[in-house]
């Protein structure tokens, strides 16, 4: 007597492993997903904002993320030519106030800038030199907290309100002026 072994036929576990191992093939080859998460594509924000512009794109002479008043979108400008292809909308949802990185709660005026030969006024503007330096100021989201950038920081201080962060500033400069 014949067993089935013997007939040369497969059994439901090898025929379950050899689809397995096909299906498994298959999605190392053709997908796209990938296992390294540090790949994975990273979210815009303020928090990030610096690393973010940094790890994306090369420039010369100056890279800035610049949000226009219509809409609070934002674009890419880099050695003040304004990258179209990254436009980020509604970055904010309220007006965001720009202050002067000091004490005296003194409003930033930005440049207006021409996207498609149209002038825009911008709400805000932050700006990386070819020395790495950043522009300076506390924002104010006024939803969603305060923000300190400066030069020193890789991100931003972030505070509940406006008058923290000043107190913090006063602090600082205080601590300053005493080790002196």
Known sequence: MKSIREKGSFTLIELIIVV????????LMFSNS??????????????????FLLNNYE????????????????????DDIINEGMKIENFFSEMP????YNKNEIR????????????????????????????????DTQNFGVYVFNSIYNKPKKYDDLQMALEKFYLDEVEVRDAF
């Open 20 to 27: 397995l191992i096909i299906f498994t093939t298959y999605f």
């Open 34 to 51: 990938s296992f390294d998460m540090s790949k994975q594509k990273e979210k815009i924000g303020l928090e990030n904002l610096k690393s």
């Open 59 to 78: 420039f010369q002479k100056e890279l800035s993320f610049v949000c226009i008043e219509d809409d609070f979108t934002c674009f890419v400008k880099i």
């Open 97 to 100: 106030e720009v202050y002067e």
């Open 108 to 139: 930033v005026e930005f440049d207006e800038v021409k996207i498609n030969d149209i002038n825009h006024d911008v709400v805000f503007e932050f700006k990386i030199n070819n020395d790495y330096k950043t522009n300076e100021f506390i924002l």
